[in-house]
């Protein structure tokens, strides 16, 4: 099993590790900080052992990375692994915008069904059932949420289940959430939120998040 650093240190940007498994173009490490896309959070961007990383995803509890044709990593080599910080930083501020809006929008219309969402470098953005626009929400919506990020209370973000790997965050008097996600430690550095909503047929609502930092 991958020992998963980056819930551990979601701000280191360099490990030392070995090599686990290859298999072809695929490689398993002992430890990682390089997060493979999970739960609408894209990927890290980044590199092993000098090779930069085509694509990354979850095989039961290991990720496994492709490299490049022509790398020569073998089992038990010892390698460096690196990722983009500005990318990791940048879905980290809008993976946790996107779920104090989530939160918020449950709250208040406890009906409303998620029915996906995706977090990338530049806005994240979460896909409802709904019957009715939700565009009159928004201000309030915006209000209540840059209000959580100004507290800049604490988040804690830990297992609720290490054996089975299940993650939650929680920030105190907001609520507690599983979320198997890369998490910032404050609520502050979201930075400014920016709400847009979006048609996306019958039925359907999206609302798009923007962060900018401060």
Not at 192 to 205: A, D, I, M
Request: hydrophobic content about 40%; aromatic content about 8%.
């Amino acid at each position: 099993m991958t020992d998963k650093v980056f819930w551990r240190e979601p701000y280191r940007t360099a490990l030392t590790t070995r090599v686990a498994r290859v298999d072809g173009l695929d490689v398993v490490l002992e430890a990682t900080l390089y997060f493979a896309e999970s739960g609408g959070q894209e990927s890290d961007t980044g590199s092993i052992g000098g090779y930069r990383v085509l694509a990354a995803r979850w095989q039961g509890r290991d990720l496994v990375y492709t490299l490049p044709p022509g790398h020569v990593l073998e089992e038990g080599d010892t390698v460096t692994v690196e990722i983009d910080w500005p990318r990791r930083y940048a879905l980290m501020r809008l993976h946790f915008a996107a779920e104090i809006v989530l939160e918020l929008v449950t709250q208040r219309l406890p009906a409303i069904g998620k029915i996906g969402a995706h977090i990338g470098e530049d806005k994240a953005r979460i896909d409802f059932t709904w019957h009715e626009p939700l565009t009159p929400l928004l201000p309030e919506l915006m209000r209540e949420a840059q209000a959580v990020i100004d507290a800049d209370a604490p988040i804690v973000s830990a297992f609720s289940d290490e054996a089975a790997e299940r993650r939650y965050w929680e920030v105190a008097g907001f609520g507690r959430v599983p979320c198997g996600g890369t998490h910032l430690e404050r609520t502050g550095e979201v930075g400014v939120l920016r709400l847009k909503r979006k048609n996306v047929g019958s039925g359907k609502e999206r609302i798009e998040i923007y962060a900018a930092p401060r």
